[in-house]
């Protein structure tokens, strides 16, 4: 148990749908972070928050909105996606933004995008 | 940006030594980290290097040289459970990290 979790485990939606995942961490961390894994691809980074602040935004189309409402907590609202947005959706938290500071990864929730 | 290649799969006899390789170019370092991820489950934290030279953590070590944009990790002892995926990543700025595309390691009896 790494002490981050997500709901849900698995996610089917068609495009018009509007879902949101979770992200929770119980680590007392600072930093919270939003991961694409898709089949033969290497982790892409999507949101990195702060104390709440959004930090970094990697050039996410809008479809996809984060809201971080304590540091404990980490959406990610989704709506209009597209078929290639299935994937592995991970969240992970770190004791804050320092260099040497390692990322502790939730269980992810595998999205299927119909 | 952050480019970063590591070979895309390894195979190895149980109870020997592997090293996968990571090579890097950065135009910002604040460390490399090498995560293991088992399929099905997420990345484990296995290792931190932003000094030169070798970091020995039981079986695994990991290693650097940032002049060169070098990085290993090495595993000694292989064990079956040791397959898995291993992920380099570099670690920039404003707590970006970017990570390389994983080596898939089998480990055979």
Known sequence: ETGVTQTPRHLVMGMTNKKSLKCEQHLGHNAMYWYKQSAKKPLE???????????ENNSVPSRFSPECPNS???????????????????????????????????PGTRLTVT | GQNIDQPTEMTATEGAIVQINCTYQTSGFNG????????????????????????????????LSRSKGYSYLLLKELQMKDSASY???????????????????????
Not at chain 2, 34 to 49: C, I, K, M, R, V
């Open chain 2, 87 to 109: 992920l380099c990543a570099v670690r920039g700025n404003a707590g970006k990290s970017t990570f390389g595309d994983g080596t898939t390691l089998t480990v055979k009896p």
């Open chain 2, 32 to 63: 490399l980290f090498w995560y293991q991820q088992h399929a099905g489950e997420a990345p484990t934290f296995l290792s931190y290097n932003v000094l030169d030279g070798l970091e020995e953590k039981g079986r695994f070590s990991s290693f």
């Open chain 1, 45 to 55: 980074l999507m949101f990195v928050y702060s104390l709440e602040e959004r930090v």
């Open chain 1, 72 to 106: 404990s907590h980490l959406f990610l609202h989704l709506h209009t996606l597209q078929p290639e947005d299935s994937a592995l959706y991970l969240c992970a938290s770190s004791q804050d933004l320092g260099r040497r500071y390692e990322q502790y990864f939730g």
